[in-house]
Nanobody, 120 residues
Framework: QVQVVESGGGLAQPGGSLRLSCAAS????????MGWYRQAPGNQRELVASINSDGMTNYADSVKGRFTFSRDNAKNTAFLQMNSLRPEDTALYYC??????????????WGPGTQVTVSS
């Protein structure tokens, strides 16, 4: 089955940067889209950014101009570069991949999440 795992979370100071990675693995034929959601305690999960197979990106208004989402299609990996971090960016960040495997089964697979904490 298709699996996704995130990495790169941690503690950053306000104004600092972190780079999250999302790696998809398994019998992947095609990844159509990847994306990041986040969820802070007491809040609903919200979309942060997404990217399709053509490299077109979509960002939440709250992160536009600060976060950059990119993909390495050859490695089935995506990256979220987060700059100018704010305390309100503190959340558990989840990556997903929308993919088909070699049996043409479609998967929307989520990773377990990586914690991002922005605090001085």
């Amino acid at each position: 089955q298709v699996q996704v795992v995130e990495s790169g979370g941690g503690l950053a100071q306000p104004g600092g940067s972190l780079r999250l990675s999302c790696a998809a693995s398994g019998p992947i034929r095609t990844i159509y889209a990847m994306g990041w959601y986040r969820q802070a305690p007491g809040n609903q999960r919200e979309l942060v950014a997404s990217i399709n197979s053509d490299g077109m990106t979509n960002y939440a208004d709250s992160v536009k101009g600060r976060f950059t989402f990119s993909r390495d299609n050859a490695k089935n990996t995506a990256f979220l570069q987060m700059n100018s971090l704010r305390p309100e960016d503190t959340a558990l960040y989840y990556c997903y991949a929308l993919a088909t495997d070699y049996d043409d089964t479609e998967w929307k697979t989520w990773g377990p999440g990586t914690q991002v904490t922005v605090s001085s």
